[in-house]
């Protein structure tokens, strides 16, 4: 649905009545240096400017704006970190960007009962950071921790490394506040394990992308931080090797808290992106092990019956780090992969997932349909899980080409992933980029019934429109 802000008197009206919810200070209007940066995230070179910003630090003004945008039939999109992939925080209709970033305390830390409280704005990365030093452990941590929010991640259902072992955001939420389309403020969950009062909509709001209701508030589980932690990496001169290797070593019964897998094209634009040497760079692709546990021994054992397998499959080597900083580095190289294939050229990313045995069809159908559409496509991403992020890069196809068949080349791609049984979407959502593909994940009873609950929560379609439904 189309609705914005058209005369300048509304606009005018809604400045002065956010003004006066807010401070004049925190709400940001075209010509402020800041205001650019709320008309864009990390998705391609999208780019829709808001009327406004405005940026609340609590849950009564979150409410408020709410109401007035309500009544004044303004948009409305949340946003965190805007480090989102699929163009969640993008105000395609315009109206207001609710930044969330300056609700931005962590509330409590129990250790009593392992659960902290957080505001959404909270950096995910200074989350476990607070965390680790009180000697607990948030598990989940998407490659940009650093700059994306709590908020954001439990809008998204964010995954990360760590999932294949300690499982993902929506693992650790045991409870929200948030604020509905009409100002109300709602609460479901809490410090509780266990809760099965009425149908589950602290569930269904983790990974609705912003489309039903603003997150105030989460209860977010804890658990012990392990003591040990060893890191591996793994050059492989096949890439199906190293695809294959993945299933193999669950198949020993060890589950190590991280399996993430970058081919040789990924490393090399590392290498030139941070401008560092990687070894056995010119390796197929290499794969990244970390296992963590609070016996010494008992990890030693599991790196032994890892690198057997890896032999197996004809690793050119497997190689410890030896202190943490040698771990920190590989990571740090790791999070940047996003970043390095994305200075290549254009691109479009995309974030398919499969069963994990069915990744080395995975990995070489992509590679099939590359080379059939005669363009690039750089993977990388979390093998253990099965989630492989594949970019497909323009480079220097001339634009029509492009246009023509990075469409069809997506849609193979997507088809390829439902066919193995897999989705066309881990962790990234469907947003604004990837809407157009959503059949090919979910057929017209299911979409249906999410067009419904959309409308249960949202009747006018003003919170976070032009998301998910591709008519919306
Ligand atoms: C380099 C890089 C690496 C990445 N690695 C990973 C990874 O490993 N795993 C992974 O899962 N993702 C990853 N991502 C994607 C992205 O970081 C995640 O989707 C993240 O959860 C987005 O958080 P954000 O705070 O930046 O949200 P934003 O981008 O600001 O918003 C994302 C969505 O959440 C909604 N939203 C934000 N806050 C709220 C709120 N309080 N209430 C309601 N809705 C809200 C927005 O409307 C939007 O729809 C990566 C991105 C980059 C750029």
Redesign the pocket.
């Known amino acids: 649905m189309e609705v914005r802000v058209t005369s300048s008197g509304e606009l005018e009206r809604v400045i002065s009545a956010l003004e006066s919810i807010v401070t004049p200070a925190q709400v940001l209007l075209q010509g402020h240096d800041d205001f650019e940066k709320y008309g864009s995230?990390?998705t391609e070179d999208l780019v829709f400017l808001p009327d406004v910003v405005v940026r609340p630090e609590t849950t009564e003004q979150v409410s408020e704006i709410l109401k007035l945008c309500y009544r004044e039939r303004v948009p409305v999109?949340?946003?965190?970190?805007?480090?989102?992939?699929?163009?969640?925080?993008?105000p395609v209709h315009g109206g207001v960007v609710?930044?969330?970033e300056r609700?931005n305390q962590i509330l409590e830390i129990d250790k009593e009962n392992f659960f902290a409280r957080l505001q959404?704005?909270v950096?995910?990365q200074i989350f476990q950071e607070t965390v680790e030093a009180e000697g607990l452990f948030y598990p989940?941590?998407?490659?940009?921790?650093g700059?994306?929010?709590?908020?954001?991640?439990?809008?998204?259902?964010?995954?990360?490394?760590r999932?294949l072992k300690y499982g993902?955001?929506k693992d650790y939420v045991y409870g929200v506040e948030?604020v509905l389309p009409q100002g109300e403020i709602v609460r479901f969950g809490g410090k509780l394990l266990k809760d099965v009062v009425g149908y589950n909509l602290l569930g269904l709001?983790i990974g609705?992308?912003?489309?039903?209701?603003?997150?105030?508030e989460a209860t977010m589980k804890l658990i012990p931080l392990p003591r040990f932690r060893n890191t591996l990496l793994v050059p492989f001169n096949e890439m199906a090797a190293a695809a294959r290797t993945v299933p193999a070593i669950m198949r020993r019964g060890i589950i190590p808290c991280a399996m993430e897998f970058m081919e040789r094209a990924c490393i090399k634009a590392i290498e030139t992106h941070r401008e560092m040497k990687v070894q056995h760079s010119d390796a197929a692709a290499q794969l990244l092990i970390e296992v963590d546990g609070n016996d010494e021994m008992q990890l030693e054992h599991e790196m032994e019956i890892i690198a057997e397998e890896c032999d197996r499959e004809g690793a050119l080597g497997v190689y410890l780090a030896e202190t943490t900083a040698k771990q920190n580095e590989i990571w740090e190289m790791r999070?940047?992969?996003?970043?390095a294939v994305k200075s290549i050229s254009p691109y479009k990313e995309e974030?398919t997932v499969v069963p994990r045995a069915r990744l080395p069809e995975l990995v070489a159908g992509i590679h099939e349909i590359a080379a059939r559409y005669e363009i690039s496509i750089i993977s990388y991403?979390?093998a253990g899980d099965g989630n492989i992020?594949c970019n497909i890069l323009k480079r220097n196809l001339e634009d029509s080409y492009w246009k023509e068949v990075l469409p069809k080349a997506i849609e193979e791609i997507f088809r390829l992933a439902v066919h193995l049984g897999g989705t066309i979407s881990?962790?990234?959502?469907i947003?604004y980029s990837q809407k157009r593909f959503l059949s090919i994940a979910l057929g017209p009873t299911e979409i249906a019934l999410l067009r419904r609950m959309k409308e249960a929560f949202d009747p006018l379609g003003l919170l976070?429109p032009g998301?998910i439904f591709s008519d919306s």
């Open positions: 995230d990390e999109t949340p946003r965190g970190g805007g480090t989102g992939l699929s163009g969640g925080a993008l609710l930044s969330l609700m959404p704005g950096i995910t989940p941590d998407p490659a940009s921790r700059t994306c929010t709590i908020g954001g991640n439990l809008a998204e259902g964010a995954g990360g490394p999932a993902v955001t948030a709001l609705s992308e912003g489309t039903l209701a603003v997150i105030t999070r940047s992969a996003g970043e974030d991403g979390h992020h881990g962790e990234h959502g947003g976070n998301k």
